[in-house]
């Protein structure tokens, strides 16, 4: 049963990940089109670095289940390596907010930033899509 509450729990987890994907790509594509000229008035790295920062403040407890959480023994390296592909989005994050800062956004850091978000959503999605779903882990 362990197991299977640690398997149910884990998906839960990545399913809220799914939304901030969704809500972060949000802060990315506005500050795509403020990059590009092609925002709305009322589209600017001000308040668009505080929506993240709110955004940021309900990832990171997320992000602290997700890191406490128990583990099955042959499940470990898998959350191992799915905790190393969610440290590496909250650094990602944090990158982008940090690009935000002032009245311009900073374009090497925010593009950096999400090239690092996509790579870490890639790496969390080997290790539990590929290895858990289509792998032989527990089997």
């Known amino acids: 049963m362990y197991t299977n509450a640690y398997i149910a ?3 839960s987890h990545l399913d809220r990940l799914l939304v901030y994907k969704q809500v972060f ?3 990315i594509a506005s500050c795509e089109r403020i990059l590009c000229g092609k925002c709305l008035a009322t589209e600017n790295t001000q308040s668009l670095a505080n929506h993240l920062l709110r955004n940021l403040a309900r990832f990171v407890p997320f992000a602290s289940e997700v890191k406490n959480m ?3 023994e042959e499940y470990a390296e898998m959350h191992a390596g799915i905790l190393a592909g969610l440290n590496r989005y909250e650094t990602a994050l944090n990158h982008i907010f940090v690009a935000m800062q002032g009245t ?3 374009q090497r850091l925010f593009l950096t930033g999400v090239s690092e ?3 870490a959503l890639a790496t969390i999605d080997f290790q539990y899509f ?3 779903r ?3 882990i527990g089997a």
Request: hydrophobic share 20%.
């Open 9 to 11: 729990t884990v998906s």
């Open 25 to 27: 790509g949000q802060h």
């Open 70 to 72: 128990p583990v099955p």
């Open 104 to 106: 311009q956004l900073d």
């Open 117 to 119: 978000q996509e790579r």
């Open 130 to 132: 590929d290895n858990l």
């Open 134 to 136: 289509y792998g032989d």
